[in-house]
């Protein structure tokens, strides 16, 4: 089983707004949390590195999605919890 999968199976439980979890190739996960589609209160953090949205005060959600998917797509720092 590859590292993606394995980390699948011990996903950490979801917070009440979590909106998208992208699973990172390090195996970690970003999650990406907020009121909504519309809503410019949406922020991503990635369980793995720590990285997170860049503007503070958070973001619709059309705009956090790739930025999310791509650091998904790029982070190679494994879940250490
Ligand atoms: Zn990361």
Redesign the pocket.
């Known amino acids: 089983m590859s590292n993606a999968t394995l980390a699948a199976f011990t996903e950490p439980d979801r917070p009440k707004n979590l909106l998208i979890r992208f699973i990172?190739v390090?195996g970690?996960y970003?999650d990406v949390t907020g009121p909504g589609e519309h809503s410019d209160e949406n922020r991503w953090n990635?369980r793995?590195?720590?990285?997170s949205s860049q503007l503070p005060e958070g973001d619709f959600l059309f705009c956090i999605r790739p930025d999310a998917n791509s650091?998904a797509a790029n982070?190679r720092?494994i879940p250490l919890r």
């Open positions: 990172t390090g970690s970003v990635c793995g590195c720590g990285e650091h982070c720092a």
